[in-house]
């Protein structure tokens, strides 16, 4: 740890006595790096939870824990406690995954997550609706296929992204690469993971076991990611973190660095805020770890441990000032950033259907509408892809807008693809308004905690309904990006997005919109607390007025922002 | 002449001796115990009329033979007739002891010497649970000779059970086999028992008033110690009057999916006086379902509305089936009954005393309304199908509350009894009517009915609390009166059911208790979650025996509550091995052990 010099305000960092942090500080402190009680909570048969405690270190395990919702008055009526289940959420760097991995996870889905995947917007597994028993199993059998859960959530450098651009694939190779060795790099040491769900042998050691993190880990989750131009998939001005890959005549060269970025706000709280992460300078690619410690640090020391709403390294980076933290990372890496090289984004969203790489083989992306995998009726999607992985030589990539890829199809093997999605009524996947397929929701009721409305059960409809009105101004090829969450933390990274809503209630929403097409600019509130004839309302006119009033080419979210639906500029 | 002899001197002249012989030759039992009555009835009579009272209005008894009433109960029905006929015999100056089996001291069997049994008979000709020491007493080779007693037994029993009135009959067998005298002959009653109850208590009062009589006028004088006390204790209601309590909760406690339907009731007995102990149980006049009773009119080509005599009353059939008799379940006599009706060789071939095991099948696959419809009898009158139905018996339920805790309600764990016969749904009588026919604001009619074998320990003694499903609805009462009540002993509690996720009974209860500390230690055992070996209560107590005997020897109460066949019996076996691994003794050690904690009221079970 280095000692700092600078003139800036410590009240709320590591350097101040534990009783003065946040209460989570002293639980970090606390648990024995991440041990805690949570072996003798997984043997306790009076309750499906697990102690407040625990529940907060087995997210740094990549496991939290939910209760359906939905029923929760009822069962508190019936004297039940509430219907605990677990989310587990698989550390996948770069989203990609091979069909032998994927066999593994339709498999414990089956088992023991409620029969569905869920793919995140952040590429990788969640298994929702775990009963407790059923944890070690399914972590156990996420080893046998050399995957993990570590850090998949938690106050620690969270699983890391990377563009799954389909149409590229000797620069994605070479970041898939790197952002595994990255995501392996800054992961929690400590064997706490080995010993509670593998069941190995505590070993006695004396020395430092969390040479990165420290006893109390960071201060809140880290996000980190890679961008592979022109694609903006990632949103990479989202991450806490980020690099942006610039290639050059002999492939990839290094990466410009972004930070500071993150969506999430607290409600009532005006003191959080989404925000867009800052371009700081560019890296060679040989320095990439070094950069990656020299920042994490940087955020451990000086990130808030005092108020958990104010933790995030977008609030370090204002309140210590971008160019302070910048000559802080340099002076701990040793040497300065380069400067930034020039890089252009098109679009954050997918491509669908099939799509020819570089090195002349095949990709097909999945539209998989807010990532859900679930077999119904007349669409069995959980069933068609694995028979496509049964079949399947190549990789599998989860996009960070919840689709899926199969990749690097040799030519004659697409007509075997190609059959088993008719097969499974998949033939006219993609083939729906431009609006679905560049939307996103977060997971919300009736598992998540924090939800405070719907989401992905309700976006669906909603966007049925849009359609509508899109179909009426000719506008139903037009992309429009369009995301949901449940409450105003921005899991699907809303604050970007041209037209978003945020959960405030029941069927209550704050209407956003203006967000870049490619992730570059915030989308601004312009209604709060609305319900669904008032969005529909409000969204006609505005459509109406974009089919008639855009200039050629012109992106949703920069008409609005320029059509005087915002009094003073943003 | 042995006889005259045994009487007090002087009790009659020889010339009166001599007629009373010379007529006793001639009497049949019947005619002799007519005679009996009569004499009592006259001295009752003189007694009233205030004439001869001068000699009689002290009547003695310390000279005459000493009376004791022996009861055995399960749920309290014996001891009701043992403390009425304990009262009426007091009336009449006898001074009768009255003595539960489970406290009766064996020693002192051999010095009895008028002996009143009222026993009833459990399950498949068991003696009642807390009886069951002094049976083994009774029946085994320490029983002592007792020719100098008399003796009489009424035997209680239910005519649905194959082995009817058993352990009665055993008793009354095992005490002439002792050598002691009958005074009266054994009186068996189904569970309608209260006329045939009445009369063997008055014959078998008659018959020792009479004697006291020709031993009092011998010697009088001497005070009669206090009778039993009757009347102050009696609540307003019970179970020939019971009270309309009106329900306040009646909600389903299991979540989706649950392959069970585990209600959890409560009722306010607000105004009605009646107060009870955690562990006691609420007697519920449940009535018939109005579409049961349809079927076996139609069944039977009755009309609802034909009129008929129930004890001196006249009412509709249909009413008389709904709230009066037992029209589901068929009882052997109703067999009997409609086997001698129809003349059915099928039926006929079930009657013998060799065939009740294939009667029990039969009976148990066949409701009433199943045997009408397989042998109809176009034209049967009324009476006829009404001679073979048992009396509607009301259903007991252990409550599941404190009145500490809760006062004036009591609530109540019900899981409704259902089942496919003959593809039709068939359902418990009180348990579906719970479930499904009646509201909140509706009235039932309930009383209580003490389980003075299943209590609190009176010190702060540990208890071990094991029970299934309902079964462990005592101990919620335990734990609210130890909450109430501030009682801080240890307790334990062994929950058994079938899915963990939807069938844990009042699980943020004990979660709450255990955090409070009420609750000690729980351990449960689910039997069909998925992916696990099927896990039962007796399972978790061979993996904590070492504590669960550490306990023991501390000296804890262990109660077990629920089903004999699924639940208890196994438990039972499981305790007796944790106590001989555990204690490192051989099996007839550590069945000596249990026995003994039974008979110290430390092992006490309400199963069924």
Same mark, same amino acid.
């Given at each position: 740890m280095t000692t700092d010099t600078h003139d800036v305000d410590r009240s709320t960092d590591l350097s101040q006595p534990l009783d003065r942090l946040g209460p989570d500080e002293t639980l970090k402190y606390n648990s024995d790096y991440l041990r805690g009680s949570i072996d003798q909570g997984l043997l306790d048969r009076i309750t499906g939870g697990v102690k407040f405690e625990d529940n907060k270190l087995m997210k740094f395990h990549g496991i939290y824990q939910q209760d359906d919702r939905d029923i929760r008055d009822e069962r508190?009526?019936?004297?039940?406690?509430?219907?605990?289940?677990?989310?587990?959420?698989?550390?996948?760097?770069?989203?990609?995954?091979?069909?032998?991995?994927?066999?593994?996870?339709?498999?414990?889905?089956r088992a023991h997550g409620g029969d569905q995947i869920r793919l995140t917007t952040r590429q990788t597994f969640q298994f929702h609706w775990v009963v407790k028993e059923d944890l070690r199993p399914t972590i156990q059998g996420l080893h046998e296929v050399l995957l993990d859960t570590i850090a998949a959530c938690g106050d620690d450098a969270r699983t890391v992204m990377a563009t799954a651009n389909p149409e590229d694939s000797a620069v994605h190779a070479e970041v898939a690469v790197l952002s595994k060795q990255l995501s392996d790099h800054v992961i929690p040491r400590t064997r706490a993971y080995h010993e509670i769900w593998y069941g190995e042998q505590k070993v006695a050691t004396s020395e430092e076991q969390e040479p990165l993190y420290g006893k109390t880990y960071l201060p809140r989750k880290f996000k980190i990611g890679f961008v592979v131009p022109p694609s903006n998939d990632i949103d990479v001005y989202s991450q806490d973190l980020g690099f942006i890959a610039v290639s050059g005549a002999n492939g990839l060269e290094g990466f410009n660095v972004t930070i500071g970025g993150g969506m999430g706000r607290t409600d009532n709280e005006p003191r959080t805020y989404p925000r867009l992460g800052d371009v700081i300078g560019f890296i060679a690619k040989d320095r990439l770890l070094a950069a990656a410690d020299a920042i994490i640090s940087v955020q451990r020391d000086f990130g808030n441990r005092k108020e958990r709403a104010r933790a995030r390294f977008k609030y370090t980076v204002d309140d210590k000032g971008v160019e302070w933290v910048k000559a802080e990372i340099e002076r701990r890496m040793g040497a300065p950033f380069e400067p930034t090289r020039p890089f252009e984004f098109t679009s954050n969203g997918d491509v669908y259907g099939w799509q020819r790489t570089d090195n002349g083989r095949f990709n097909y992306t999945l539209f998989i509408e807010n990532g859900r995998i679930i077999d119904r009726p007349g669409k069995p999607l959980l069933e068609a892809i694995r028979a496509i992985a049964h079949i399947h030589r190549g990789k599998f990539r989860l996009t960070p807008n919840q689709n899926l890829i199969v990749a690097d199809v040799e030519a004659g093997d697409r007509a075997g693809i190609d059959a088993i999605l008719a097969e499974h009524g998949l033939a006219e996947n993609g083939r729906t308004s431009a609006l679905r397929l560049n939307s996103m929701a977060c997971v919300a009721m009736p598992t998540c905690p924090l939800a405070m409305a719907e989401a992905e059960r309700y976006l669906p409809d909603l966007i049925g309904r849009l359609e509508t009105l899109l179909a009426a101004h000719g506008l139903a090829d037009e992309p429009i990006t369009m995301r949901m969450t449940g409450c105003p933390n921005g899991c699907a990274r809303p604050y970007v997005a041209e037209i978003a809503f945020t959960g405030r209630a029941p069927g209550k929403y704050n209407l956003y919109i203006g967000g870049g097409?490619?992730?570059?600019?915030?989308?601004?509130?312009?209604r709060e607390n609305i319900g669904e004839p008032a969005i529909l309302e409000i969204l006609g006119e505005m459509l109406g007025r974009y089919a008639r009033e855009r200039a050629a080419g012109e992106h949703f979210g920069d008409f609005v922002m320029r059509s005087g639906y915002f009094a003073e500029p943003a | 002449m042995t006889a005259?002899?045994?009487?007090?001197?002087?009790?009659?002249?020889?010339?009166?001796?001599?007629?009373?012989?010379?007529?006793a030759r001639t009497l049949t039992p019947a005619q002799a115990r007519w005679i009996s009555g009569y004499f009592a009835g006259l001295d009752a009579g003189l007694l009233r009329g205030g004439a001869p009272a001068a000699d009689i209005a002290a009547p003695a008894a310390a000279q005459g033979r000493t009376l004791t009433i022996l009861y055995g109960t399960e749920t309290g029905n014996s001891r009701d007739l043992a403390k009425a006929l304990a009262a009426a015999a007091a009336e009449r100056g006898l001074s009768p002891q009255i003595a539960d089996m489970s406290d009766y001291k064996t020693r002192l069997l051999k010095d009895e010497q008028d002996l009143l049994v009222i026993?009833?008979?459990?399950?498949?000709?068991?003696?009642?649970?807390?009886?069951?020491?002094?049976?083994?007493?009774?029946?085994?080779?320490r029983a002592p000779k007792l020719e100098k007693v008399r003796f009489s037994v009424l035997a209680l029993g239910d005519s649905t059970y194959e082995k009817y009135c058993e352990a009665g009959k055993r008793i009354d067998a095992r005490l002439e086999e002792l050598g002691a005298t009958r005074i009266g002959g054994r009186v068996d009653c189904d569970i309608d028992y209260d006329d045939p109850a009445a009369a063997w208590s008055k014959a078998v009062v008659d018959r020792l008033a009479a004697d006291l009589a020709q031993s009092a006028t011998a010697l009088p004088g001497i005070a009669v110690p206090s009778a039993i006390p009757t009347g102050a204790g009696t609540p307003a209601y019970d179970k020939k009057k019971p009270f309309g309590a009106t329900v306040i909760e009646n909600i389903a406690i299991v979540g989706r999916y649950s392959s069970k339907e585990t209600r959890h009731i409560?009722?306010?007995?607000?105004?009605?006086?009646?107060?009870?102990?955690?562990?006691d149980a609420l007697g519920i006049a449940a009535v018939n379902d109005a579409a049961v009773v349809g079927q076996?009119?139609? #069944?039977?080509?009755?009309? !609802?509305?034909?009129?008929? &005599?129930?004890? =001196? /009353?006249?009412?509709?059939?249909?009413e008389a089936l709904e709230n009066r008799f037992e029209v589901a379940i068929a009882s052997p006599r109703f067999l009997d009954q409609w086997a001698k009706l129809t003349g059915a060789a099928e039926l006929e071939a079930l009657r013998g005393e060799e065939r009740a095991a294939e009667r029990l099948l039969y009976l148990r696959n066949h409701h009433v309304v199943d045997i009408v419809r397989k042998f109809p009898l176009p034209g049967v009158d009324a009476d006829s199908l009404l001679a073979g139905l048992r009396p509607l018996q009301p259903r007991l339920y252990s409550i599941a509350s404190s009145l500490a805790a809760a006062p004036d309600e #009591?609530?109540?764990?019900? !899981?409704?009894?259902?089942? &496919?016969?003959? =593809? /039709?749904?068939?359902?418990?009588?009180?348990?579906?009517?719970?479930a499904d026919r009646i509201e909140i604001g509706d009235t039932v009619p309930v009383y209580i009915q003490h389980n003075p074998h299943f209590g609190l320990p009176k010190t702060d003694a540990p208890i071990i609390m094991i029970g299934a499903g309902t079964g462990v609805a005592p101990y919620r009462g335990f734990l609210q009166e130890w909450e109430a009540t501030g009682t801080e002993g240890r307790s334990w509690l062994f929950f058994g059911e079938r899915n963990f996720r939807s069938d844990f009974l009042y699980q943020t209860e004990w979660q709450q208790w255990l955090k409070e500390g009420v609750l000690t230690r729980m351990d449960v055992a689910f039997s069909r979650d998925r992916g696990q070996p099927k896990t039962y209560v007796q399972h978790r107590m061979l993996q904590q025996a070492?504590?669960?005997?550490?306990?023991?020897?501390?000296?804890?109460?262990?109660?077990?509550?629920?089903?004999?066949?699924?639940?208890?019996?196994?438990?039972?076996?499981?305790?007796?091995?944790?106590?001989?691994?555990?204690?490192?003794?051989?099996?007839?050690t550590a069945e000596d052990y249990v026995r003994r904690l039974a008979s110290d009221h430390r092992y006490q079970r309400d199963v069924y």
């Open positions: 508190r009526r019936q004297k039940l406690e509430p219907a605990y289940t677990f989310m587990v959420r698989v550390r996948l760097p770069a989203g990609v995954c091979t069909p032998e991995q994927w066999l593994k996870i339709d498999a414990l889905a097409f490619h992730g570059e600019r915030l989308n601004r509130l312009y | 005259f002899n045994s009487f007090a001197e002087g009790a009659l002249t020889l010339e009166q001796w001599q007629h009373v012989e010379a007529l026993v009833s008979t459990y399950g498949e000709g068991d003696p009642p649970q807390p009886a069951v020491g002094f049976f083994e007493f009774l029946e085994g080779k409560e009722l306010d007995l607000a105004g009605s006086g009646l107060t009870y102990e955690p562990g076996l009119l139609e #069944a039977t080509g009755l009309s !609802a509305d034909a009129e008929i &005599t129930v004890k =001196g /009353e006249t009412i509709a059939l249909a #009591a609530h109540l764990t019900v !899981a409704p009894v259902r089942y &496919t016969l003959h =593809g /039709e749904p068939r359902s418990g009588v009180a348990s579906s009517q719970l070492k504590d669960l005997y550490a306990w023991l020897e501390e000296g804890a109460h262990v109660y077990v509550c629920g089903d004999e066949k699924s639940m208890a019996r196994d438990v039972h076996e499981t305790l007796i091995q944790i106590v001989s691994e555990q204690g490192r003794v051989d099996r007839d």
